[in-house]
């Protein structure tokens, strides 16, 4: 048998792995199963903004050729004007490339920064596309623990404790998944600070600003370290329901000529891909300007907040659970006490709650933390849904008390 690439020791992509293919199997038996484990609203009944669905048609000959390896022109222009916007400093079109999805972004930067045994810093818990794509360049990742004790936010003394002469970079992903923390003004500053007294590369994934809620205002990384070098990543696939268009970017910030040379491997990363998916570059003009479609959803009466006040009401019942209740996106991560229930750990949790009551949820340990029991729920279905789905968890937790 020809052996895999030593590479993929470590990879691991839970929200679509062994569980969600049991799901599936199930499914294939006749089994109803409500998956809790992807972000993909387009499959709970949202719909495609007008917005978006104008663009598209109007200027669909536009995608026809190959673009600019780096994006289309006109996109890349509004994209940077957003940035600007957002607080970037400095930065100007070229700075912007437009990828297949922040997952090809991350892939390009990965292999444009990190060398064999280079160091990543990377929070603990983690959306592992960042950590498989650390793996994959060669690198190592380092991961930083995140307090939910202090909503989430980042440990700063442990990440000063983790930097080390091979650490290069440091990522921040705030808004977070799977937590749906937002970052304090003060948690950014002293990670600016770290990645400025280390000379380390600040990765941004920022792709959940637009989904905050409870009137918090997310500060881009970027912003607030105009003299680190930054690379920030973005997208539609959330805020503008289009996650199956693969529309995401990049944009490099920071001194002047001090990430060149990781943009020149970028833009060879690029050419050999010849242009992202151009149909898609078509509806960011539009999409970046039409803020409404993504508003209505996050206050009293759409459904991104009503469907966490289904949840959290739901969790507030069972004892045993504990929640801190996400201030962006459509993530929560609660925690089960393990002296209350019989399971050896998350994943086992996961498995039989899939099992028993036909609902899919991915463990903890799917997104690199291990310090207590805990899962991650996507709050995407109707909140009649999610109350029934909170109730049922109710209920499988009732069989399995000590």
């Known amino acids: 048998m020809i052996a895999v690439s030593d590479r993929l020791e470590h990879v691991h992509s839970d929200i679509r792995g062994p569980l969600y293919e049991e799901a599936l199997r199930m499914e294939a038996g006749g089994t109803n199963v409500l998956k809790l484990n992807t972000g993909n609203p387009g499959r709970f009944g949202f719909k495609l903004p007008n917005s978006v669905r104008q663009a598209l048609a109007l200027h669909i000959d536009e995608a026809v050729p190959y673009c600019d390896v780096r ?3 006109d996109a890349r222009n509004v994209i940077c004007t957003y940035h600007i916007g957002r607080g970037l400093q400095g930065i100007m079109p070229g700075d ?23 160091e990543v810093l990377l929070p603990s818990p983690c959306y592992s596309l960042w950590s498989n794509n650390t793996y994959l360049s060669g690198g190592k990742a380092v991961f930083y623990r995140c307090d939910p004790n202090n909503n989430w936010n980042p440990d700063i003394d442990d990440i000063k404790s983790k930097v080390t002469p091979r650490t290069k970079a440091l990522l921040v992903i705030n808004p977070n998944n799977p937590t749906g923390a937002v970052y304090s003004h003060e948690t950014l500053v002293e990670i600016a600070d770290i990645a400025r007294k280390n000379k380390l590369v ?9 989904l905050v809620m409870d009137g918090l205002r997310h500060e881009s990384l970027g912003a607030i370290a105009p003299d680190v070098p930054c690379v920030t990543f973005n997208g539609l696939s959330k805020s503008h329901i289009i996650c199956g268009f693969r529309c995401g970017w990049m944009v490099f910030s920071g001194p002047k ?10 833009m060879k990363l690029a050419s050999m891909r010849l242009c992202g998916n151009a149909l898609t570059q078509l509806v960011i003009p539009a999409a970046l300007v039409d803020s409404e479609s993504t508003r209505e959803m996050l206050v009293p009466g759409g459904r991104l907040f009503e469907q966490r006040k289904a949840t959290c009401e739901g969790l507030d019942k069972i004892d045993g659970a504990s929640y801190i209740q996400n201030k962006a996106a459509f993530y ?3 925690a089960l006490d393990k002296n209350k ?22 463990p903890g340990n799917g997104f690199d933390w291990n310090e207590d029991l805990r899962f991650r729920i996507v709050m995407l279905p ?21």
């Open 71 to 73: 994006g289309m022109a």
């Open 96 to 118: 912007v490339f437009i990828c297949n999805g922040v997952s090809e972004a991350a892939s390009m930067i990965m292999d444009a920064l990190i060398g064999t045994g280079d």
């Open 382 to 402: 109707e909140p009649a849904v999610l109350s029934k789905a909170m109730d049922d968890l109710k209920y499988f937790l009732s069989k399995h008390r000590r």
């Open 202 to 210: 600040l990765l941004a994934d920022e792709i959940y600003d637009r």
């Open 257 to 266: 000529g001090e990430l060149d040379e990781v943009r020149n491997g970028v």
């Open 332 to 334: 929560l991560f609660p």
């Open 341 to 362: 229930f019989d399971f050896e750990n998350a994943e086992d949790f996961a498995l039989k709650f899939l099992h028993e009551s036909h609902v899919l949820v991915i």
